[in-house]
């Protein structure tokens, strides 16, 4: 996959692009599904397929309070893209002259005049353009007179439920780690890097590696059931994500104990899938009876853990169809 991050690294025409604009929040089925369609058109009429997105969200600049916190960092997102099996993805920076930018002008100097267009495909919602002036029938209207072709989505579906990166959303926000694979495609994942922490977990019995990640959306306060690679280890794991109350108010940490392992990994780098919330934070009385709750916790999570395996992008690549893999 070529990767466009200014829109200025454009200095050559692609042979007839084949052209989906989104956020792509998350890289569900849902997209999967758009990406799967973009690629099928492309390939009909030997073009490109292309995957135009912003970089930060827009609602980050235009609405910060409001803006969506995102269930992949960029990274992440550009990774899941690749494994898409798109030919090309460009990151455009979305700043404030962009935002001014008429629909009219959008459509003019970047979908036209920057990537050549051939043919867009968008969701049967998309607006866009300063006070998202451009609508379904606007981009006909400039289809039919600078020579693209429309092709609009329904939303993709399974069984009633919407794809959708804000129910997804919701449901990362309420714990619902195992609800949430059926509409994202995967487990849940964030990746962080283990930095020193207060050391409460190994004298308690169970040492834990505190995690700093740059992943916004997290799930709430509580225990869960994690699978952790380290390396090309799969390891099994209990995360707490929380403010440890039992010690008093603290700052929001992320501290994974994994199981029947042992070593230093400071300065490492852990990914954790999430599989099951085992229960919510909460203040115990006395250490002790913290110490009796975190062995019921490793022992519930062995259950759920044993035999479990992950399920990420790579189990449902079918990139094989592609005349050009």
Wanted: glycine content about 10%.
């Amino acid at each position: 996959m070529e990767l466009i991050r200014n829109l200025e690294q454009i200095n050559r025409p692609w042979p007839a692009p084949v052209v989906t604009i989104g956020n792509f929040d998350g890289v569900h089925l849902g997209h999967r599904e758009i990406f799967r369609r973009l690629i099928s058109e492309a390939d009909k009429i030997g073009g490109t397929s292309v995957v135009l997105t912003f970089v930060p969200h827009p609602r980050k600049l235009l609405d910060p309070q409001r803006a969506p916190l995102q269930i992949n960092t960029y990274t992440e997102k550009e990774r899941l893209i690749a494994a898409s099996c798109v030919d090309v993805l460009i990151c455009a920076p979305f700043t404030r002259e962009m935002a001014d930018y008429s629909a009219e002008r959008f459509v003019d100097e970047i979908l036209v005049g920057r990537i050549g267009v051939r043919r867009l495909i968008v969701g049967y919602d998309y607006a866009f353009g300063k006070g998202r002036q451009g609508d379904i029938d606007f981009l006909r209207r400039k289809g039919a007179q600078s020579g693209f072709d429309v092709t609009v989505l329904s939303p993709v579906s399974q069984h009633g439920e919407i794809y959708s990166s804000t129910r997804i959303r919701e449901m990362i926000l309420q714990g619902r780690m195992e609800d949430v694979v059926p509409l994202l495609g995967r487990h849940f994942t964030l990746q962080g890097e283990v930095v020193h922490g207060s050391k409460r977990g190994k004298k308690l019995g169970f040492p834990t590696a505190n995690l700093a990640t740059e992943k916004e959306l997290l799930p709430p306060a509580g225990v869960y059931a994690v699978k952790v690679r380290h390396g090309e280890k799969i390891l099994d794991g209990v995360v707490n994500i929380g403010f440890n109350p039992t010690f008093g108010p603290g700052k929001l940490s992320l501290e994974v104990h994994l199981l029947d392992f042992q070593g230093e990994i400071y300065g490492e780098t852990l990914r954790l899938y999430f599989l099951s919330r085992l229960r919510e934070e909460k203040r115990f009385p006395s250490v002790e009876t913290l110490v009796e709750a975190i062995g019921e916790d490793v022992r519930q999570a062995r259950g759920i853990l044993a035999g479990a395996q992950i399920r990420e992008y790579r189990d449902y690549l079918d990139c094989g169809y592609k005349k050009h893999p």
